[in-house]
């Protein structure tokens, strides 16, 4: 028997997006459910749609505080929502010294929740229990988007997304094209 629990532990979810008002909404069914203490990793190329997943993700939590932005002369930005949310951007990082000052972990640490733009770059630094989130540009606005957990309470969270309502057409659009 292949070894179940190592496998749920990797449970994976693709999904295609057909407009940048459909990854808004994934990131707000995200943000709605969102238990404090997780941890999203975005990694894609530029104009792949990391931050509207992060504008909708606010949205899901309610910040009320400001419009979320890739952040130009800071490296994290804070919202206020239901939860804390913590908006990294590690694209200007030049290198792994300058992201230990940073205290990233305070907010990894917290009960907030923790997305993380271009977090390639900062993979060393990353929690080990969070969800990673690849974009990649397809025709036109057209996106693929996997998205893989790599602990149970991540696990949990995806499970929970995959079966929305808004989401289920996003997981079967995505497997007509496979
Ligand atoms: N399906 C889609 N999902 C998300 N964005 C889309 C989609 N189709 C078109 N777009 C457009 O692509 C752009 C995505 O920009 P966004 O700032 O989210 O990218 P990013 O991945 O954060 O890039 P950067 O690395 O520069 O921060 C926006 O202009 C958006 O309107
Ligand atoms: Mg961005």
């Known amino acids: 028997m292949p ?70 002369f800071s490296i994290v930005q804070e919202y206020e929502g239901r939860l804390p949310l913590a908006h990294v951007d590690l694209y200007r990082l030049e290198n792994l010294d300058a992201i230990a000052e940073l205290g990233l972990e305070d907010y990894f640490d917290e009960a907030g929740i923790s997305a993380i733009e271009w977090a390639d770059k900062g993979e060393a630094i990353l929690p080990k229990g969070r969800l990673n989130l690849y974009l990649r540009d397809l025709e036109g606005d057209q996106r693929e988007i996997v998205i893989q957990a790599t602990d149970s309470q991540h696990q949990s969270w995806l499970a929970q997304v995959s079966q929305n309502k808004t989401v289920l057409p996003l997981i079967d659009s995505a497997k007509d094209s496979a």
Do not use: Y
Not at 8 to 33: A, M
Not at 37 to 50: E, S, Y
């Open 3 to 72: 070894n179940a629990s190592l496998m749920d532990k990797r449970l994976s979810v693709t999904l295609k997006s057909q407009s940048r008002e459909e990854t808004f909404s994934l990131g707000e069914i995200f943000g709605q459910t969102a238990k404090g203490g997780k941890v999203i990793a975005l990694i894609g190329d530029l104009g792949a749609g990391k931050t509207q997943f992060v504008q909708g993700l606010a949205k899901g939590l309610d910040v009320s505080n400001g419009t979320v932005n890739s952040p130009t």
